[in-house]
């Protein structure tokens, strides 16, 4: 059974930093891409960031690009550093995960991923 558990976030102020991290758990696919997405009360979800299996392909949405990283380590733990925040940086924040190669479009849509963890909140006060 796949797991998808996220976990830091946290409340900082406006232009502080907080970093997120996704334990993935019972999948086997040796190709697939990583996503966050965000989601804020009311709206629909955000993609923000995605990377490759292979960790050497990295995609940014504008508006978080130049101030969020995502990486990954060897045990396939997939990180989100944030920094520069800003309050519209608020929301629970997911990570997603597909079982393609490839993406299908750009920017990714939350239909593109199939399986998905439970969420961390991010509060940004300004």
């Known amino acids: 059974q796949v797991q998808l558990v996220e976990s830091g976030g946290g409340s900082v102020q406006a232009g502080g930093s907080l970093s997120v991290a996704c334990v993935g758990s019972?999948?086997?696919?040796?190709?697939?891409?990583t996503a966050w997405f965000r989601q804020a009360p009311g709206q629909d979800f955000e993609w923000v960031s995605g990377?490759?299996?292979?960790?050497?392909?990295t995609i940014y949405a504008d508006s978080v690009k130049g101030r969020f990283t995502i990486s990954q380590d060897n045990a396939k733990t997939v990180y989100l550093k944030m920094d520069s925040l800003k309050p519209e940086d608020t929301a629970r924040y997911y990570c997603?995960?597909?079982?393609?190669?490839?993406?299908?479009?750009?920017?990714?849509?939350?239909?593109?991923?199939?399986?998905w963890g439970r969420g961390t909140q991010v509060t940004v006060s300004s």
């Open positions: 997603a995960v597909n079982r393609e190669r490839l993406l299908p479009r750009f920017p990714p849509e939350s239909s593109d991923f199939i399986y």
């Open positions: 019972g999948f086997s696919y040796t190709q697939y891409w």
């Open positions: 990377i490759n299996s292979d960790g050497d392909m």
